[in-house]
Every structure is written in C-alpha cells, then in structure tokens.
C-alpha cells in the first residue's frame, strides 16, 4: 500500500521546524497489541500554522505527543529542526524540551500561587534564563494581557489563563509550539480570542505552531489540515475553511459507519 505523505505548504524556501519519517508508534503486545500510529511521515515549516485533525482514535494526539518529545517512538524518525529526538537521553531530551518546545494543553496548568507574568516567564527561571525583554513585551502585547500582568490565575476568566499559557509557551521563543485541544475548556468567544492569538503569533511573530483539535472552526484558523485516520495520514488541506474542514470530517464519519 502505497504512504501519503503530507507536503507543507508554506513558502519553499522556509526552513523544516519538526518533521516525521516513517514514524510508527505501537503500544502493547499479541492481542492487546494497537497501531496508533502507521509509518506517518510530514513536515511542519517555521512560520506555518498547522491544525491535525481525525476521527477519535486516529492517532492525532499520539503524532503531537512523539513529535513533541512527550512519548518515544517504535520506529522511525521524529526531528525538531536537525535534532534527531529518537536516541537522546532523558536529559538532553527534557533540555530541548524546555528551551525549544512550546506546550499548550486544554488544562491552563498555571501555578495559583504565581501571577500572570510570573507564569508567563516561570520555564525561563526554571532554566536559568533571563527573558529578552522587548520580545517579552511584544508576547504580551500580542496576548493582550498588559493589564492583567500582577493578577494571579484566580482572578483571571478561563479565557485569561489560557491567553497566560500562550504567552508563556511564546515567551522562551522555541522553535516550535505544540497545542493539544488548546480551547477544549473555553467557550466559543474566548476561544475564537485565543486561536487569533495564535495567528497572529505565527503571522507578526514567526512562530510556528502546530494544534491537534477536533473543531472545524479552530482548524480554519490554520495556514493547512494535515488528516489522520487508523494512525495514517490520508489528506493534507491548504487555506482550509471551517465548511471545508466539516465536510471532510463527515466524510471519515461515513467511512467508519459503513466500514
């Protein structure tokens, strides 16, 4: 069976930010042996927003989590920029976590004793770095949290905290972020505030962003879709739209009712 491989569709010149080759990831063994993922090969270029999407089961988290560092990998290759990840020691690994990864989860994982900008810069001290202070203030500016900056996460709606985890995942400047269901707690107005806030990270920052979510309409926010299904990639959409986006998933829906 032939393998679809996922093309970028950011400009040709734009350095690779992570890629996966014939990565596969298997979990258990004999009868309880599952193919999460199948040989699944993409690329994410820097300065690229990238939404992954697929039925329940597809693999899309398990994708984010090997590219990410955050599971190893049963065969294959998971790189961030030159950086081999498969075969670095838990050090190393938890090093180029730390100062080139961004994270952002459904759960704000904001420390209730610290403030907002305490949060935002608290991976730098854990580190030992000093933030850059211009690009700090333009994160900020570019969250909107200029006047939020000395509440604690308390204080703050659930649209706040998460803008607080935007900010800090920016903060360090890494080479790429990884989103998981990054507005899975939020209603649809703060989400629509967050998933802009992301855009506009990519477009006026650089950054490179990659977001597993089920939303069509937070998928829309993407420069492309990459698809997954039974841990394959079988589709990679360019400029998606929302309408676009929920008339492919309804498609894997009937596959799977009628399969």
Known sequence: MSTFVAQPHAS??????AKATDLSKVYGEGET????LDQVSVEFRQAEYTAI???SGSGKSTLMHCMAGLDTVS????????????GLSDKKLTRLRRDRIGFIFQAFNLL???????????PMDIAGRKPDKEWLERVIATVGLADRLKHRPAQLSGGQQQRVAVARALAGRP???????PTGNLDSRAGAEVLGFLRNSVRELGQTV??????????????????????????????PTAERVLEHMKRFDAKGRTS
């Open 53 to 55: 999407m697929g039925p």
């Open 112 to 122: 209730p004793t610290l403030n907002a900008l305490e949060n935002i810069t608290l």
């Open 75 to 86: 065969s294959g290759s998971a790189r961030i920029g030159d950086t081999e990840l498969t």
């Open 12 to 17: 040709a010149t734009a350095a690779v930010a």
């Open 33 to 36: 042996r599952v193919i999460a």
């Open 175 to 181: 080479d790429i972020i990884f989103g998981d269901e």
């Open 210 to 239: 990659v977001m597993v979510t089920h939303d069509p309409v937070a998928a829309a926010y993407a420069d492309r879709v990459v698809f997954l299904a039974d841990g394959r990639v079988v589709d990679d959409m360019p400029e």
